[in-house]
């Protein structure tokens, strides 16, 4: 039988390696991008190539949203398999806590 | 409006660059999803049956409810981008493809224009030289033209060239009026797809709602809509065989392949002989739109209405009202698909949980009785598979019974299968019947339905040639398999009946598989044989002809399989002998069967 504190503690680990994924996914979008500057002909001359760009920017900041809705899990994870919260109650309201900015009331 | 110089000028490749890019992220949020679903939420997962064996494998209390919570969520927002920017990534191959047709048919007046000597400015209007017969001693001057698309403005400047002494000037007439064909192609390219691209954002917080995969499902048919240049919809094989299908899945390219499950998800998901990982995919696209569309349109709906009882007058009495009754079949079809979809997903989330395999979602609609058809374990890979063809009542909102037996039957079989990897198949690919009384007597569900079977068996064979495949069926379920028997070839090594009432034919030999391979368990106080074999037994006109064979009639030529369970329903109870008969057929274990004496 493995420990709690250890699963918590695998757990975090995983989230970890999923939130530089998600970090690297984010990446490669940004690099498929850079011929679509404001100045390149894609954007100047064609309104699907202006509409891209706006597209483009609300999917960086949802991606973004969501890597540091995955490091804050990691975060807490880790809390929860070290013995940072002091019972059941505080481990609980920390995964209940939302603090990634512009996210909506934790859920 | 698209003009000349970029349409001449832009590098098409950035367009495909944008595609890779969201094609890239959509993969990547794919990957990250499985993780979350197959591994990582397995552990927050409380404990199901305190006392088992295998209790103590996941985290408990309300800690870890409440760390599930927030990585469920993730697991959509992930689910949700890979949707989403899958449907991204389709647009701009769209985008590329239909627009490199455009510059190449530019290019290639581009070139004529310059082999004949004239200028195209930068503004799509055409220079031609002086030329021709003198006249007076002069060679007629040369001019500039612009092009035209509309048909009456075309024809006076073709008259207007043709009446010039320089001969030059039809040519820069022509010239002129196909680019400004392919300027205005491109421009509809542009105005078709932009609002498409604009709709495609992300959503803006983390909350993943009903409306939420609503307006996905919505953003899917806006591009189709608008697709068809660059992937057809009626290239999809359709009532095609198994063969076919993956000979045209193969025949794609790999963002070909992508870009269809993007855009045509229910339409893959449904298509035998191609990949297991390929339907998966799509399909759970498909459940997540339809359960977003049914939780909004349940949420819609308007309160009961008032009365619900009309006086219908003499005989009749007091009936519902025709209004109260189209809400309450309306509300009752959408809380029962719900219920069915809220139970898949839950197999999902169970993933991991007492080692349960990946779950592959071959097979999803819920319209009607609704058709689920769920592997345990990956198919394409497994040494020995079973399909689960369930009886009368079966639907997809009470798929959870018949999945339950499923994945004890996974359970039981991978226990005794050494290294040999286990699939086990629930398949609801047919309208059962749903009333014991009135509909399972027909034989026309069995009959009607046992093509599918068929066509999803041949589809197996596509996918993986090389397994050891068990057809098991349960009360009418065995009447379907009878059936494709009997229609068809059933590609399958073992056949298991369970409960059977008849089978359609009256000996073991017509069940298309080796002598000694077609095994039937028919427990103690289980009446659906002895009732059924009026509606469904076989003939054997060996035995003089006109007597009604069912499975457990030794003339039949099964071999019985002992059970220690009773009735109609408990047959893959675990830890029974039951169950682990049907597991020893599934891995190809027949010596170690108990059977009964």
């Known amino acids: 039988m493995r420990s709690d504190q250890s699963l918590w503690r695998t757990t975090a680990q995983e989230v970890g390696a999923l939130s530089r994924n998600v970090r690297q996914g984010l990446s490669e979008l940004s690099t498929a991008q850079r011929g679509l500057g404001a100045d390149s002909i894609p954007v100047t001359g064609f309104s699907i190539g202006a509409a891209q760009r706006s597209t483009y920017t609300s999917w960086k900041r949802y991606v973004g949203l969501v890597s540091r809705e995955c490091e804050e899990l990691t975060g807490k994870l880790e809390n929860a398999g070290n013995g940072h919260y002091a019972n059941e109650q505080d481990t609980r309201r920390a995964f209940v806590t939302q603090q990634s900015a512009s996210a909506q009331h934790g859920n | 409006m698209v003009s000349f110089r970029s349409l001449r000028d832009v590098n098409l490749e950035e367009f495909e660059a944008a595609a890779d890019g969201y094609h890239l992220l959509s993969s990547t949020a794919r990957a990250a999803k499985d993780e979350l679903s197959n591994s990582i939420i397995a552990k927050t997962m409380p404990d199901p049956e305190p006392g088992d064996a295998d209790s103590g494998q996941g985290l408990v209390g309300q800690a870890a409810t409440a760390a599930h919570e927030r990585l469920s969520r993730l697991s959509k927002n992930f689910h949700y981008t890979q949707v989403e920017c899958g449907l991204l990534g389709a647009s701009f191959n769209a985008v590329a493809t239909e627009l490199r047709a455009v510059r190449k048919k530019l290019d290639t007046v581009l070139a004529e224009a310059e082999s004949a000597g004239l200028t195209v400015r930068d503004d799509g209007s055409v220079s031609y030289p002086p030329a021709g017969r003198e006249i007076d001693g002069k060679t007629p001057e040369g001019g500039f033209t612009r092009g035209f698309t509309d048909p009456t403005a075309k024809g006076v400047a073709a008259q207007a060239a043709y009446l010039t002494p320089n001969p030059k000037a039809e040519l820069a007439q022509q010239c002129a009026d196909d680019i400004a064909n392919a300027v205005r192609e491109a421009s509809e390219i542009d105005e078709r797809w932009s609002p498409k691209i604009e709709r495609l954002k992300a959503q803006k917080d983390l909350a993943i709602t009903a409306k939420d995969w609503a307006n996905v499902h919505g953003d899917q048919r806006a591009v189709q809509k608008v697709a068809d240049e660059y992937l057809e919809r009626e290239s999809i094989p359709e009532g095609k065989t198994p063969g076919e299908n993956a000979k045209w899945w193969q025949s794609l390219s790999a963002q070909e392949k992508a870009d269809y499950v993007s855009l045509y998800p229910a339409s893959i998901g449904s298509l035998d002989g191609l990949p297991a990982e390929v339907r998966d995919e799509a399909n759970r696209a498909v459940l997540a739109e339809k359960k977003g569309a049914y939780e909004l349109q ?202 059977s009432p008849g089978v359609q034919v009256g000996s073991s030999s017509e069940m298309d598989v080796p002598a000694g391979n077609v095994w039937n368990q028919d427990a103690e106080g289980d009446y659906v044989p002895e009732i059924g074999r009026w509606g469904h037994g076989g003939s054997s006109w060996e035995i003089g002809g006109g007597t009604l064979i069912i499975p457990s009639d030794q003339e039949f030529g099964a071999k019985q399989l002992s059970t220690d369970t009773r009735g109609h329903s408990d047959y893959w109870n675990k830890g029974s002998q039951s169950l682990y008969n049907q597991a020893a057929v599934v891995t190809g274990k027949s010596r170690e069967v108990i059977l009964d004496q």
């Open chain 2, 298 to 499: 349940l949420a819609s709906m308007p309160p009961e209405p008032w009365p619900k009882y009309l006086n219908g007058g003499g005989r009749a009495g007091m009936v519902h009202s025709t209004e109260w009754l189209e809400w309450h079949n309306r509300r009752e079809q959408l809380e029962n698909s719900l219920m069915g979809i809220r139970s898949i997903q839950d197999r999902f989330s169970n993933t991991g949980k007492n080692g349960l395999p990946d779950a592959y979602l071959l097979g999803f609609s819920p319209e009607g009785n609704g058709r689920a058809i769920i592997a345990n374990g990956n198919p394409d890979t497994a040494d020995h598979i079973a399909v689960y063809v369930p009886g009368t009542t079966a639907r997809l909102e009470n798929i959870q019974g018949d999945m339950d037996r499923m994945n004890a039957l996974w359970r039981q079989s991978q226990s005794i299968s050494g290294a040999d990897d286990v699939s086990t198949i629930t398949w609801l690919g047919y309208d059962a019947p749903q009333d014991v009384v009135t509909d399972a007597p027909l034989a026309s569900y069995a009959n009607e339905g046992a093509p599918s079977l068929n066509r999803f068996l041949n589809g197996l064979d596509e996918t993986n040639g090389s397994q050891h495949r068990t057809t098991i069926g349960h009360s009418y379920g065995t009447t379907l398999i009878g059936s494709a028997a009997r229609q068809n070839e059933l590609s399958t090594d073992d056949v298991i009946l369970v409960g």
